[in-house]
């Protein structure tokens, strides 16, 4: 089992950034693959960003690329979103994910989570 706690939401402006951080602890060594996702009221959940915990290699949606950055700290077992330039529609709750891939490439666009945190709000006013 993973536990996963998320934290750093909050509101911002339009323009502004914020960090989120997610720490595993449990299990930490039964996941090889992590995630943010996201869901807005009324919408579907996102996936937002990935990156695999053993090669570093990372995954974006074509709707944060280049303004989310994903990043993880092993020793801490912590993954980090670093969001910059927000703009409204990234107003969501957003979750932490961890799970298990059989290869690498699987940690990507169309991966689900295994294990899920509570979430964090991200509110960003216009």
């Known amino acids: 089992q993973v536990q996963l706690l998320e934290s750093g939401g909050g509101s911002v402006q339009a323009g502004g950034s914020l960090r989120l951080s997610c720490t595993a602890s449990?299990?930490?060594?039964?996941?090889?693959?992590m995630g943010w996702f996201r869901q807005a009221p009324g919408k579907e959940r996102e996936g937002v960003a990935t990156?695999?915990?053993?090669?570093?290699?990372?995954y974006y949606s074509d709707s944060v690329k280049v303004r989310f950055t994903i990043s993880q700290d092993n020793d801490k077992n912590t993954v980090y979103l670093q969001m910059n330039n927000m703009k409204p529609e990234d107003t969501a709750m957003y979750y932490c994910?961890?799970?298990?891939?059989?290869?690498?490439?699987?940690?990507?666009?169309?991966?689900?989570?295994?294990?899920w945190g509570q979430g964090t709000q991200v509110t960003v006013n216009s």
């Open positions: 994910a961890a799970g298990v891939v059989l290869y690498n490439f699987q940690c990507g666009r169309w991966w689900n989570g295994n294990y």
């Open positions: 449990g299990t930490t060594n039964s996941h090889n693959c």
């Open positions: 990156i695999s915990t053993t090669f570093g290699n990372t």
